[in-house]
């Protein structure tokens, strides 16, 4: 069964500060999305990673994937109140079946 | 607005009850899926249907169930409601293909009283 490994599960980061979120995944994907929720809110999709060595960036927030070592990476960079938010990773195990990561709660304090 | 509708937004019913929670998808997807998001177990995938049929099944209670019809809405029958049942439920749907991943719904808030 596709297991998915987000962490740290709760970050608490100064503004201008910059930081990275992991996520790990159990089995062969080449499909690794990342979404940000907010409070009581939908999921938005936030990139779509779909090779090995992919990134791609969005203003502060980039993303990578390296499907040898089963990892995707969200690199915060000066991060800002804004980006406070709930960071899903999600994989695609290739039957159409996603699995999310337990989510990584960011707290960004002045 | 993403494309993917959910009814009703808010619901609040007592425990034993059942609940019919509908999704019409984003225009063009086949695929529709069903989601439970609780404070304590995260986001637990339920189902999954592709054009009226059942793809894969989750976490998914027997209490639980869903259906796709032909014009592509689908709706989640919670039935013998428990007071843990109280959650954001949610759709997704996608068009198969890789470089969209799920589109979401707004999602239904139950709560189970």
């Known amino acids: 069964e596709l297991k998915v490994e987000q962490n740290p599960l709760f970050l608490s980061m100064q503004e201008g500060k910059n930081y990275t979120i992991y996520c790990n995944y159990s089995?062969?994907?080449?499909?690794l999305y990342w979404y940000r929720q907010d409070p009581g809110k939908s999921l938005e999709s936030l990139f779509v990673l779909l090779s090995n060595g992919a990134v791609k960036q969005e203003g502060r927030l980039m993303a990578s994937l390296d499907t040898k070592a089963r990892l995707s990476t969200l690199h915060i960079t000066a991060a800002v109140h804004d980006l406070s938010a709930t960071y899903f990773c999600a994989v695609d195990d290739r039957n159409n079946d996603m699995r999310f990561g337990a989510g990584t709660r960011l707290t960004v304090k002045p | 607005d993403s494309g993917v509708t959910q009814t009703p937004k808010h619901l609040i019913t007592a425990t034993g009850q059942r609940v019919t929670l509908r999704c019409s998808p984003r225009?063009?997807?086949?695929?529709v899926y069903w989601y439970q998001q609780s404070l304590d177990q995260g986001l637990q995938f339920l189902i999954q249907?592709?054009?009226?049929?059942?793809?894969a099944k989750g976490n998914i209670l027997e209490r639980f169930s869903a259906q796709q019809f032909p014009d592509l809405h689908s709706e989640l029958n919670l039935s013998s409601l428990e007071l843990g049942d109280s959650a954001l439920y949610f759709c997704a749907s996608s068009n198969g293909g890789a470089g969209y991943g799920y589109t979401f719904g707004s999602g239904t808030r139950l709560t189970v009283v």
């Open positions: 225009s063009g997807d086949l695929s």
């Open positions: 249907y592709y054009n009226g049929e059942e793809r």
């Open positions: 089995t062969t994907s080449d499909r």
